[in-house]
């Protein structure tokens, strides 16, 4: 769109061009975040997780 934009003679074309390219920037960030977000929150899920079994596999050990 940004190379489109560069090549357009007329104003209103342009600026559409420029406004479809910041979309598209727009989008791609978002996507990166929600990427970085599900990862962080596996990480978190998973750490959890291991916690949990660790605490549970600590309880089924008999008393001396």
């Known amino acids: 769109a940004e190379a489109e934009a560069n090549h357009a003679l007329l104003d209103n074309v342009r600026d ?3 406004r479809s390219a910041k979309a598209w920037r727009d989008m791609a960030n978002r996507a990166r975040q929600i ?3 599900r990862v962080k929150a596996e990480a978190f899920r ?3 997780r ?3 079994l660790e605490a549970s596999q600590l309880e089924d050990v008999p008393p001396l």
């Open 16 to 18: 559409r061009e420029l």
């Open 35 to 37: 990427e970085a977000g």
């Open 46 to 48: 998973a750490e959890r």
């Open 50 to 52: 291991a916690a949990e």
